[in-house]
C-alpha cells in the first residue's frame, strides 16, 4: 500500500470530462512530478486530490483512508496540502496572517509557533515583510508566501502547482533549492511544473500527462532521456 | 451656538446606535458579498425579543442582552445554515449570488408579516421603564441617556469585532474566507461553517442594536424598514465590510439629521442625506473608509 495511491479516477467540470481513469501512486519521502502542457489536466488533478472539485468515480486512498469524498477541510487534516496555481494569497491580510490562516487545522494550530519559526528560518524574507499586506509583495515573495502556508498546515503530502510560474530565472532556482529542501527535511511533494527539466532533477519519479491521461510514467532520471519528453517538453 | 452643540452631540450619540443597526450588514457582506434585504427585519425580531423579554421579566431593559443577543445568533445561524446555504451550493462559482439575496427579501416579508401576524400593528412602548427620556445635563445642555449607552454600546461592539477579526484564529479564518473562499477551504476551512457564523454575528449585533433602541425607541412590525433604509447608506457611506466605516457613516448621518434641522426644513436633510450617498457612489463606490482593491 503506497502512502498516496490513486485509482480510475475520473473529474469532470460540469458533464466535460478532464481526468480519465487515472491511476498513480506517491510513496512516503518521494518527490514525484507531474509534467503536461497547458489544459492538460494538471491543476485538474490537484484540486481532485484537495477536494475542491470531487470526483466523479474512482479512488483516493492516503495512508489507506478513502478520502475521494472527503471536503477540503478534511484532506487538509489528514495531512494532504495543496498550494494553489497562481497562489492565491489573502491579499488583504499581513504575510504574518497568512501564514498563521495557513495552520488552521488542529493538528498545524497546535504547534503554529514552532513552525512559523521555521517558516521564517526557511523564508528571513518573510520576517523582515511579516507586517506587509500580501498584496503589496513581488511575485517571488508571494511564492515564498504561498509555499511558506502550506507549511504551516503541517503537510504529509505537500502538492504544488507551478511554483515556478512567472518568476525570474533567478528565483526559480531559489524556488526549487527551497523545494529541495523541503523534501530532505523529509515531507513527500507532489510537484507540478511546467518546467520540466528543473522539477525532474529534482523529482525521484515523474508522470506525464496529457489530454487527461497518463502518457508517461517512470523515474525521473529515465523521462528526462526520453525522446518524446525531450521533443515535447524539453524543446530539445 | 449652545443649542448647536447639544444638536452635534445628540447627533452624533443617534448615528452610533444607526451605526451600530448597520454593523451586521456589514460583516455579513463582507463575508458572504450578499446585502442582507432581512437584516431591518433581524432587527426588528430582535426588538421584539428586547421587548418581551423585559416585558415580561420586569428585569431592567438593557439586561435583556444576555438573552437577546445570543438568541439572535443562534437564529442568524440557523438563517443562514437552513434556508441561505443552499442557495449558495447552487451557486457556488458565483461571487456575488444574486439568488441569496432575493431569498433575503423573502425573508424579510416572511419575518414582517409573521410579526404582523402574532403580535398586531401597534406600536409597543417599555413601560416603568428608568430610561425613558432620562436626560443628562451638562451646563445648559441636556443629553439623552439611553442614545449615551447606545453609543458606548456601538463603540463597544464595533471594538470587539475589530479585535475578534483580527486576533482571533475563528476571526482570522472568517477573513480569510471573505477574501478567498477557495484558498481558505485549501487551509482547512469549512467556509459554509464561516459563513454560518458570519450571519449568526452580524444578527447578534442587530440584538445588541434592538436592546439599545428600545428604552427609547417604539416596536412595531416595520421598525426595521426605516434602519434597513439608513443601514443601506450608511454601509456604503463608510465603505462595504468596513467596521469602523459603518460607525462613522452612521455618525455623519446622525449628525446631518440633528444639525441640519437648525438650518433648513427636515425634509432637505433627508436630501442632503441621499445626495451624500449618491455623491460617494459616483465619486467613491468603495465608500469612505472602504478598501479600494477589493469590497
Ligand atoms: N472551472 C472549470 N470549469 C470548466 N472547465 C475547466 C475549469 N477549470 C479547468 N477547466 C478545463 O479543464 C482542462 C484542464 O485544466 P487544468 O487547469 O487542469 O489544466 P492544467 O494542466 O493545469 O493547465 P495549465 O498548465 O495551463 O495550468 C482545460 O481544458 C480547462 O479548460
Ligand atoms: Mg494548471
Known amino acids: 500500500m503506497s502512502f498516496l495511491e490513486v485509482k480510475h479516477l475520473d473529474v469532470f467540470y460540469g458533464d466535460v470530462q478532464v481526468i480519465f481513469d487515472l491511476s498513480m501512486h506517491v510513496d512516503e519521502g518521494e518527490v514525484v512530478s507531474i509534467i503536461g502542457g497547458n489544459g492538460a489536466g494538471k491543476s485538474t488533478l490537484l484540486k481532485a486530490l484537495s477536494g475542491l472539485v470531487p470526483p466523479r468515480s474512482g479512488e483516493i486512498l492516503f495512508q489507506g483512508r478513502a478520502l475521494h469524498r472527503a471536503p477540503p477541510e478534511e484532506i487538509v487534516e489528514e495531512g494532504i496540502v495543496h498550494v494553489p496555481e497562481g497562489r492565491r494569497l489573502f491579499s488583504l491580510m499581513s504575510v504574518k496572517d497568512n501564514l498563521i490562516v495557513g495552520a488552521y487545522n488542529r493538528r498545524a494550530d497546535a504547534v503554529k509557533?514552532?513552525?512559523?519559526?521555521?517558516?521564517?528560518?526557511?523564508?528571513?524574507?518573510?520576517?523582515?515583510?511579516?507586517?506587509?499586506?500580501?498584496?503589496?509583495?513581488?511575485?517571488?515573495?508571494?511564492?515564498?508566501?504561498?509555499?511558506?502556508?502550506?507549511?504551516m498546515a503541517k503537510p504529509r503530502l505537500l502538492m504544488l502547482d507551478e511554483p515556478s510560474l512567472g518568476l525570474a530565472p533567478i528565483l526559480v532556482k531559489s524556488i526549487f533549492d527551497t523545494l529541495k529542501k523541503i523534501a530532505q527535511a523529509g515531507t513527500t511533494v507532489l510537484l507540478v511544473e511546467q518546467d520540466v527539466k528543473h522539477s525532474l532533477s529534482l523529482s525521484h519519479r515523474g508522470y506525464v500527462l496529457e489530454h487527461g491521461r497518463i502518457v508517461l510514467e517512470g523515474p525521473a532520471a529515465d523521462l528526462l532521456n526520453d525522446p518524446h519528453v525531450k521533443t515535447a517538453y524539453l524543446g530539445l | 451656538m449652545l443649542f448647536l452643540i447639544e444638536d452635534a452631540i445628540n447627533g452624533i450619540l443617534m448615528g452610533s446606535i444607526y451605526g451600530l443597526t448597520a454593523l451586521g450588514l456589514t460583516v455579513i457582506f463582507g463575508v458572504l458579498k450578499v446585502i442582507n434585504f432581512a437584516h431591518g427585519s433581524l432587527l426588528m425580531v430582535s426588538m421584539y425579543a428586547a421587548y418581551w423579554t423585559v416585558a415580561l421579566t420586569g428585569w431592567h431593559p438593557y439586561l435583556a442582552l444576555v438573552i437577546v443577543a445570543p438568541a439572535m445568533f443562534v437564529?442568524?445561524?440557523y438563517l443562514q445554515d437552513i434556508?441561505?446555504?443552499?442557495?449558495?451550493?447552487?451557486e457556488q462559482d458565483v461571487r456575488e449570488?444574486?439568488?441569496?439575496?432575493?431569498?433575503?427579501?423573502?425573508?424579510?416579508?416572511?419575518?414582517?408579516?409573521?410579526?404582523?401576524?402574532?403580535?398586531?400593528?401597534?406600536?409597543?412602548?417599555?413601560?416603568?421603564?428608568?430610561?425613558?427620556?432620562?436626560?443628562?445635563?451638562i451646563g445648559q445642555m441636556l443629553i439623552s441617556v439611553p442614545k449615551l449607552w447606545g453609543f458606548a454600546a456601538a463603540v463597544l461592539t464595533a471594538s470587539g469585532l475589530y479585535l475578534f477579526f483580527q486576533k482571533t484564529r475563528l476571526g482570522r479564518a472568517v477573513r480569510a474566507t471573505s477574501?478567498?473562499?477557495?484558498?481558505?477551504?485549501?487551509?482547512?476551512?469549512?467556509?459554509?461553517?464561516v459563513y454560518n457564523i458570519a450571519f449568526g454575528i452580524g444578527t447578534a449585533t442587530a440584538g445588541i442594536a434592538a436592546v439599545t433602541l428600545v428604552p427609547f425607541y417604539n416596536v412595531f412590525p416595520t421598525v426595521g424598514v426605516l434602519f434597513d433604509i439608513k443601514g443601506f447608506i450608511i454601509v456604503v457611506l463608510g465603505g462595504l465590510g468596513s467596521i469602523g466605516g459603518a460607525l462613522l457613516g452612521g455618525i455623519i448621518i446622525g449628525l446631518i439629521e440633528s444639525v441640519g434641522p437648525q438650518f433648513m426644513t427636515a425634509t432637505w436633510t433627508e436630501a442632503i442625506v441621499y445626495g451624500l450617498f449618491l455623491l460617494v457612489l459616483f465619486v467613491k463606490p468603495s465608500g469612505l473608509f472602504g478598501v479600494r482593491y477589493d469590497w
Request: positive net charge; proline residues 5%; hydrophobic residues 40%.
Open chain 2, 97 to 137: 449570488p444574486i439568488t441569496v439575496i432575493i431569498v433575503t427579501t423573502g425573508v424579510w416579508y416572511i419575518l414582517d408579516n409573521l410579526t404582523l401576524l402574532l403580535f398586531g400593528p401597534q406600536y409597543r412602548t417599555l413601560q416603568d421603564n428608568p430610561l425613558r427620556g432620562r436626560m443628562l445635563e
Open chain 2, 179 to 193: 477574501l478567498d473562499r477557495q484558498a481558505a477551504s485549501l487551509m482547512g476551512i469549512n467556509q459554509y461553517k
Open chain 1, 113 to 151: 509557533d514552532r513552525t512559523l519559526g521555521e517558516v521564517y528560518e526557511l523564508f528571513p524574507r518573510l520576517k523582515e515583510r511579516e507586517a506587509q499586506m500580501a498584496l503589496t509583495l513581488s511575485g517571488g515573495e508571494q511564492q515564498m508566501v504561498a509555499i511558506g502556508r502550506g507549511l
Open chain 2, 83 to 90: 434556508v441561505i446555504k443552499p442557495i449558495f451550493k447552487a
Open chain 2, 75 to 77: 437564529f442568524g445561524y
